[in-house]
């Protein structure tokens, strides 16, 4: 498995507001699905694009490639939920007048199955059931390259005060004409060799990757996430506030804070696991508490086991940046003993 920084690379991508925000929200986004605004940071890291558009709904697709694989080889479930964070907030978009901005205050997923990691694309189709002068609601359906419905989910937006007609609005920079290599995710990922570690309990798993044993994920490396801890019931990941994950607006993109988040929802569950049981996340919730800004400090996600029973295990994790707390979330997984292979 080769180990690679994307992080150590120059930026790729532009913040488009605030001058982008001088337009109604149907016109930004229009903008950015055309390429006459530049794409975020995220979406040059991972592919993701806006793919259709209409009042109160939007349509986003993301490539499925190696880099999106988790640890037990299938699209990690935090990817589902940075591609669904970005279609809700479209849907919510479309409907804002001019210099309104909003963000995602709460995001809810419940998946309906394991995504695999197949030639095609993951498309996230949303649509606005609410909106008024502070909040919003939205809803999303996520679907794999055949159509499949492969999650489920909702947000909570809130609306704030437009932004005064006498503050100037200035346009981002245009990006450089070419860099000369693919983006990131165009590129071959690492490939995990197949190993013996499915036969060892979930916290010998978690150890190994801890020692270097074995090596961490595809979508890890693409992230920069790391396990920085791991007992029976406690796990700990860090993952650095990198521009590379900054949005359309410049500041961290609420799905990655999500994907770190399930990251620790689901390890913890593991750390608790005897040998040879399958695991499966079933939902995870979001709150988001604060913007982060990609200033390159570390964010650390606590996962604490709440429950554990023979089926069903619920855990909750903290993410914090300093001694600021930035989100927080909880995650129900499945168990079946004796299942894995």
Not at 41 to 62: E, V
Not at 130 to 138: N, S
Not at 289 to 299: C, S, T
Request: charged share 15%.
């Amino acid at each position: 498995m080769t180990a690679v920084d994307i992080r150590t690379e120059p930026l790729r991508g532009r913040a488009a507001y605030p001058g982008l925000a001088a337009l109604s929200g149907m016109q930004q986004l229009e903008a950015l699905r055309s390429g006459a605004a530049p794409a975020p940071s995220i979406a040059r890291l991972t592919g993701r694009r806006i793919i259709a558009l209409g009042p109160g709904t939007a349509s986003f697709a993301l490539p499925v490639t190696g880099w999106i694989a988790g640890a037990k080889g299938d699209v990690h479930p935090g990817v589902l939920a940075l591609l669904a964070d970005g279609a809700m907030y479209g849907a919510v978009h479309t409907e804002l007048p001019p210099r309104t901005p909003t963000t995602t205050a709460e995001l809810a997923l419940t998946f309906l199955g394991a995504a695999r990691v197949a030639p095609g694309e993951l498309t996230a189709s949303a649509r606005l059931i609410h909106l008024d002068a502070a909040l919003a609601l939205a809803e999303v359906f996520l679907r794999d390259s055949t159509g499949r419905t492969v999650a489920h989910g909702t947000s909570r937006c809130s609306v704030f005060p437009a932004i005064d007609p006498s503050v100037e609005l200035v346009p981002a920079a245009p990006e450089p004409g070419s860099y000369g290599t693919p983006d990131p995710w165009q590129r071959p990922a690492p490939v995990e060799p197949v190993g013996t570690w499915r036969a060892r309990s979930g916290l010998e798993q978690l150890t190994a990757l801890l020692t270097g044993e074995r090596e961490r994920p595809p979508v890890d490396h693409l992230f920069g996430v790391r396990l920085a801890g791991a007992e029976h019931g406690r796990v700990v990941f860090t993952m650095p506030a990198s521009p590379w994950l900054s949005q359309e607006w410049g500041t961290v993109h609420g799905g990655a804070l999500a994907l770190l988040a399930t990251s620790a929802t689901s390890a913890v569950v593991q750390s608790t696991a005897p040998a040879g049981t399958a695991f499966a996340a079933l939902d995870v919730k979001v709150n988001f508490l604060r913007a982060v800004q990609p200033d390159g400090r570390d964010l650390v996600a606590t996962g604490t086991l709440l429950h554990a029973g023979r089926r069903l295990a619920i855990a909750t994790a903290e993410v914090v940046q300093g001694d600021e707390r930035v989100a927080v979330s909880t995650g129900s997984t499945a168990l079946t003993p004796g299942a894995a292979r």
